[in-house]
T-cell receptor, first 114, second 111 residues
Framework: EPEVTQTPSHQVTQMGQEVILRCVPI?????FYWYRQILGQKVEFLVS????????KSEIFDDQFSVERPDGSNFTLKIRSTKLEDSAMYFC????????????FGSGTQLSVL | EDQVTQSPEALRLQEGESSSLNCSYT??????LFWYRQDPGKGPEFLFT???AGEEKEKERLKATLTKKESFLHITAPKPEDSATYLC????????????FGAGTRLFVKA
């Protein structure tokens, strides 16, 4: 079965450093998302992306965050200057079409900011 | 504001002891209500989508039901391998089809 692939599985960084989290969504999917989950807390929506632009973003997704689909396969989340509170599991997800709302999630990137 | 509340936070069952998980929601323009299963350190895995009040879906020992304000996930004769966190989520029919998750119910099934 096709799956969403995320790299790296773990990322350790120093506070203030930039990180880029990478995702390869399922090839025929059109809607892309980033979610995060702080340890022991709920899965939180960050941003949705469709037709090469942001469709919607949450209050968490401030100016320090950006997303990009640089080519036909990759979908990236960049955090410009990481903070301690950015430590979380980041999940990429995708939906095939507007008529099929089931989210397919990747296995996540565990980001630790020291 | 769209909101999803799940109860209980945690549930401990003996193998074979049936029970139900609750999800109450408020959302403007419900497009679908979802149940996902999440194992530790992994991404949520899709279980069911429900669209309208009265709808029911079944998969093995799980059955999901939907009313106008709530959804229930019924677990019949659970096994230890059913131990996981069960997440309820709602999707509004606006913008980029944002899906909002509840905090989940951690289910522990003891043999």
């Amino acid at each position: 079965e096709p799956e969403v692939t995320q790299t790296p599985s773990h990322q350790v960084t120093q506070m203030g450093q930039e990180v880029i989290l990478r995702c390869v969504p399922i090839s025929n999917h059109l809607y892309f998302y980033w979610y995060r989950q702080i340890l022991g807390q709920k899965v939180e929506f960050l941003v949705s992306f469709y037709n090469n632009e942001i469709s919607e973003k949450s209050e968490i997704f401030d100016d320090q965050f950006s997303v990009e689909r640089p080519d036909g396969s990759n979908f990236t989340l960049k955090i410009r200057s990481t903070k301690l509170e950015d430590s979380a599991m980041y999940f990429c997800a995708s939906i095939m079409t507007a008529d099929n709302e089931k989210l397919f999630f990747g296995s996540g990137t565990q980001l630790s900011v020291l | 504001e769209d909101q999803v509340t799940q109860s209980p936070e945690a549930l401990r069952l003996q193998e074979g002891e049936s029970s139900s998980l609750n999800c109450s929601y408020t959302v403007s323009g419900l497009r679908g209500l979802f149940w996902y299963r999440q194992d530790p350190g992994k991404g949520p895995e899709f279980l069911f989508t429900l669209y309208s009040a009265g709808e029911e879906k079944e998969k093995e020992r799980l059955k999901a039901t939907l009313t106008k304000k709530e959804s229930f996930l019924h677990i019949t004769a659970p096994k230890p391998e059913d131990s996981a966190t069960y997440l309820c989520a709602v999707q509004a029919g606006t913008g980029g089809f944002k899906t909002i998750f509840g905090a989940g119910t951690r289910l522990f099934v003891k043999a």
